[in-house]
């Protein structure tokens, strides 16, 4: 009876441990949201993604400032795949060649994008559902582990968690990822669209008349047609197209009207604006290194990363086959269309790992024993 009872014990307890450890169930829409002060978040475990990231605009009112669908199925159905608010990996941005070489070893990765290899390949975590492995009212981790060879050439396992956190009208992002066997790339981000007037401005379905200062952001890596960085760094003139240090408060379309703009990010003059990769340097610890503002809706986000800089793409490729979300938006199906947004990526130097001259490599590649790490906030208020 004594061993019944003690039997009986135990697995109430197990019960216990096991009711307390379970993860809740997302909303009634199928998201799960977190808030604070200022600020509503929510998330989907298909990609880690933030669905919707609501703000207080210069009347008081909640707007929703980031890109997304109103149908929560459609994240895995669009063959566009804009990785909307999503973490892609192992390896974001671009692999030229689709290749890398580690200790004398040449991987070969899947080309998805021309000649290269985008965000690893068309299996890349971005199109993963992740675990979600624990809520709070303020907070939400999300964790993955990816087997090796799950996206062709990356080799060795590697478990990955992201904590997004919000508090007092700002948005937190700490992400972690090991390889325990072997050594393997690891370059990660948060995949952020905005749009900080919500699409509501009816003068302009276009991000030019946005804002944009990055203080620390003098130089820029060269990149050619396909958006590979040559190996070059360049700083950029006062006034220039890239420029964006010079002075507070710049248009981000302040060149729309230069020649050379339409061709800027490359596609041999089909790629108008920004798809590059701008180097944080000499920012004191925890200072603001980005501020992205609306005019019209008087929002500012403000960037602090601990990332040594950040990949600016004003949403080119948006062909318009996709609507707004329904909160957002001046007119009935208005449609996302080119050049209407802007995604910010903080992360390290894209294809670093074949380039060993800029010595990236120790922030890049990853093995038993390390650990990459990465922690990113957003802070919203008004101009």
Known sequence: MKFSTLIMASLVKAATIT???????????????????????????????????????????DIDVVLGYDDLDW????????????IPGRYANRVANGE???????????????????????????FRYWDVTAVSDDSITFSIVDKSNSSL??????????????TDSTWKIKITATSPEQKTPILLTQHTYFRLDAFKDPSTEKIWDHTLYLPYSKRYLEADQNSIPTGKIITAAPSSINDFASE????????????????????????????GYWLIEDAPKDAV??????????VKAELKTDQPGVVLYSCNWMDGSNSVK????????QKVVRSSCIAIEAHDYPDGINHPEWGRLDKQIFGPGQTYTQETSWTFGLI
């Open 19 to 61: 009711r307390q450890t379970e993860v809740p169930a997302p909303g009634p829409d199928g998201k799960y949201t977190i808030s604070a002060p200022g600020i509503k978040a929510q998330f989907i475990p298909y990609g880690a993604t933030l669905t919707n990231l609501y703000v207080k605009d210069k009347n008081g009112q």
């Open 75 to 86: 994240y895995p159905k669009d063959p566009g795949h804009p990785v909307y608010n999503a």
């Open 100 to 126: 890398y070489t580690i200790d004398g070893v040449t991987y070969k990765t899947e080309k998805n994008d021309g000649p290269n290899t985008l965000h690893s390949g068309t299996n890349n975590w971005s």
């Open 153 to 166: 050439g990356f080799l060795g396992r590697v478990k990955s968690s992201v904590t997004y956190s919000v």
């Open 248 to 275: 507070p408060d710049l248009l981000l379309g302040h060149s729309k009207n230069d020649p050379a703009f339409a061709g800027n990010c490359g596609a041999n003059g089909a790629c108008e604006g920004y798809n």
């Open 289 to 298: 290194v980005l501020t992205l503002a609306s005019p019209f809706s008087g």
């Open 326 to 333: 329904s909160n957002q938006g001046f007119k009935k199906d």
